[in-house]
């Protein structure tokens, strides 16, 4: 089934009250994700959700999680900035480094904010951009592939993500000399997967390598971190992460590897973006022209600018017709958006009812990587971003950029 978690009456309700194209996003399906994740690992110490700022970079959805007891990961300056604009401090705080600005880590720093390092060498680097802290975290890479069953979910070899075992092992030796007291370890080894095996399997990974590592190294591990990868069925026969099952699998892993998770110190933190927000999220575009010529095209009024998942992954996201969720596939049609780029489409080759122009079409599962991603291309303009509230009303959390938005770098 798509996900219909909202009936069509509120996406109407929305479009008469701000132009399209424009994302909505629910607050209560928001909340409920949180709330869902928070349970499942309710038995863990110290869980903490740090939701991933990249996937939906909107200081009045980072407020919604702070509410909801979740902190953030950041990994630029400006995400730090935002971070730093609605309140989250400290611990409240993953920063994952990756080939970044040195700079970046004395704001980290400054928050106090829990540092991963994605490499050995940002050892010294952190040492000479605000200290070393007490704790200290550091992305694990396996290498080769990985897998879930007899499918291969990633390719860590390829990936320039994290340290080496080897480097674990050396590096977190001297962390320890110059003043850390315990570490974290985190690894993100598949994106996207509805596998529910995905965070168990990690985290038996994680758990043993980090006793392994806390034994050569004399420093207690203080966490693993799951960091994000939990899918979302984007295609209407996939099936839904079920993150209870998840959470059950992970608590199987530490009691394995820990013992009783009342009596174990070790936390668990995840990262998940996508999972949260992606399916609470959809964009909003009215047909405004239709083409007959070897196929058939709708064009609307968004395009990759406002969601470029389609054009840069050939990724599937589901459309339906305001209004026509019931009517029969009789057409074919591309989905098309405006830009001079023939990957500017939303669909292809799509199965959906007879589309008028006028029509509201919604496209599902903007929530992650959609608003976040747009760009300026062929001089379109990012969109607005609306909130449905919990208790029924609309609020603009972020307006539609303007021509004088593009102009205003120019010197
Ligand atoms: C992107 C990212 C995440 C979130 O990934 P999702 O697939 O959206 O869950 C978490 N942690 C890090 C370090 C990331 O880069």
């Known amino acids: 089934m798509p996900n219909f978690s909202l009936p069509d009456n509120v996406f109407e309700a929305a479009a008469s009250r701000f132009p399209t194209p424009f994302h909505l996003y629910d607050e209560a399906g928001i909340r409920r994700k949180a709330r869902a994740l928070n349970a499942a690992f309710s038995w863990a110490p ?66 106090n904010a829990i540092i991963n390092l994605d490499d050995m060498s940002d050892i010294d680097i952190l040492a000479a951009h605000g200290g070393i802290p007490e704790t200290i975290c550091a992305r694990f890479n396996p290498g080769g592939d990985f897998t879930l069953g007899t499918s291969i979910m990633g390719s860590p070899g390829d990936s320039k993500y994290g340290w080496t075992k080897e480097q674990l092992i050396q590096g977190m030796a001297r962390l320890r000399e110059m003043g850390a007291k315990r570490f974290g370890l985190h690894a993100f080894l598949a994106s996207n997967t509805t596998d529910n095996s995905y965070y168990p399997k990690l985290a038996g990974i994680l758990f043993e390598l980090g006793a392994e590592v806390s034994a050569a190294c004399g420093m207690p591990l203080a966490f693993v971190n799951l960091s994000g990868g939990v899918g979302i069925p984007y295609r209407p026969d996939q099936q839904e992460a079920d993150i209870a099952w998840i959470g059950e699998g992970v608590r ?65 996201h589901h459309i339906h017709i305001c209004g026509k969720r019931d009517a029969q596939n009789e057409k074919v049609y591309d989905i098309t958006g405006c830009l001079c780029e023939n ?49 029924g009303d609309f609020r603009m959390i972020r307006r539609a950029e303007t021509p004088e938005d593009y102009f205003a770098t120019l010197v």
């Open 343 to 391: 990957n500017d489409k939303f669909a292809i080759d799509r199965p959906l009812p007879e589309v008028k122009l006028g029509d509201l079409m919604v496209i599902h599962d903007t929530g992650a990587h959609g608003w976040a991603m747009g760009y300026q291309y062929n001089g379109r303009l990012r969109s607005a971003e609306i909130l449905y509230t919990q208790d």
């Open 46 to 111: 110290s869980f903490k959700e740090y939701f991933a700022v990249k996937a939906l970079p909107n200081p009045h959805i980072l407020k919604i999680f702070q509410e909801e007891g979740c902190g953030v990961d950041c990994s630029s300056e400006c995400e730090l900035l935002m971070a730093e604009r609605c309140g989250f401090a400290g611990e409240e705080i993953m920063f994952s480094a990756n080939a970044m600005p040195p700079e970046e880590f004395d704001h980290a720093r400054a928050l």
């Open 252 to 316: 199987k892993e530490y009691t394995r590897v820990f013992g009783d998770p009342e009596k174990a110190t070790v936390g668990i933190k995840t990262e998940l973006g996508r999972f949260m927000t992606g399916p609470n999220g959809w964009l909003l575009t009215h047909a405004i022209h239709e083409k007959k010529i070897y196929k058939n095209y709708i064009g609307v009024d968004a395009c990759a600018s406002n969601l470029m998942r389609p054009a840069m992954y050939g990724a599937y």
